[in-house]
């Protein structure tokens, strides 16, 4: 069984661009995360999709971040206009739904985004 | 708000030491523990976790044991190998209700020397 698959694995832009990364979650996964791990600091939390709808946002750091999920299925995390402080490493986990407390979570390799 | 600290790092053993990496946390109500690893070019992978009070994870040598009294989860492994470098994140879930949200540590870097 396929991983968590995120695209690309890295990402160097100039500040002001946009710049948009995709995670695939395992098949069948009803969660999706998105994480982000600043300048190796903790890795904090950016949202949780259920299905195709978006359960907790509460960690999006503003609006220049939109994340996406159509059809329930694959997700995209769009930065625009990218600035510097969001270089950083971003992870995408998923998780079966309906699987009691604290379902496992599995995470993708991660996407290096590099703003210069 | 919930939170979680590590011991800082890097640590540098030598193989055949014993480890131990700090993690105490902050939450209200009765979260879950979790000590996930990412190897060099992997992702994180869950490593051990426990979900109540004195219940102790265990994998691959690796245990931790949850205590409510000193707010603490400690990684501790007897004899370390050099395929046990990697970073360690301690982490804690958090929100009402089953929604997996995940609360990270900084992250401690393993180095096991030869």
């Known amino acids: 069984e396929a991983g968590v698959t995120q695209f690309p694995s890295h990402s160097v832009i100039e500040k002001g661009q946009t710049v948009t990364l995709r995670c695939d979650p395992i098949?069948?996964?009803?969660?999706l995360y998105w994480y982000r791990r600043v300048m190796g600091k903790e890795i904090k939390f950016l949202l949780h999709?259920?299905?195709?709808?978006?359960?907790?946002e509460s960690g999006m750091p503003n609006n220049r971040f939109l994340a996406e999920r159509t059809g329930g299925t694959y997700s995209t995390l769009k930065v625009q206009p990218a600035e510097l402080e969001d270089s950083g490493v971003y992870f995408c986990?998923?998780?079966?739904?309906?699987?009691?407390?604290?379902?496992?979570?599995?995470f993708g390799q991660g996407t290096r985004l590099t703003v210069v | 708000g919930d939170s979680v600290t590590q011991m800082e790092g890097p640590v540098t053993l030598s193989e055949e030491a014993f480890l131990t990496i700090n993690c105490t946390y902050t939450a209200t109500g009765y979260p879950s523990l979790f000590w996930y690893v990412q190897y060099p070019g992997e992702g994180l992978q869950l490593l051990l976790k426990?979900?109540?009070?004195?219940d102790k994870g265990s994998n691959k040598g690796f245990e931790a044991t949850y205590r409510k009294e000193t707010t603490s989860f400690h990684l501790e492994k007897g004899s370390v190998q050099v395929s046990d470098s990697a970073v360690y994140f301690c982490a804690l879930s958090a929100g009402a209700g089953n929604t997996g949200k995940l609360i990270f540590g900084q992250g401690t870097t393993l180095q096991v020397k030869p």
């Open positions: 426990a979900t109540k009070a004195d």
């Open positions: 986990a998923s998780s079966q739904g309906g699987r009691g407390r604290d379902p496992e979570a599995f």
């Open positions: 098949s069948g996964h009803d969660n």
């Open positions: 999709f259920v299905k195709e709808s978006k359960q907790d």
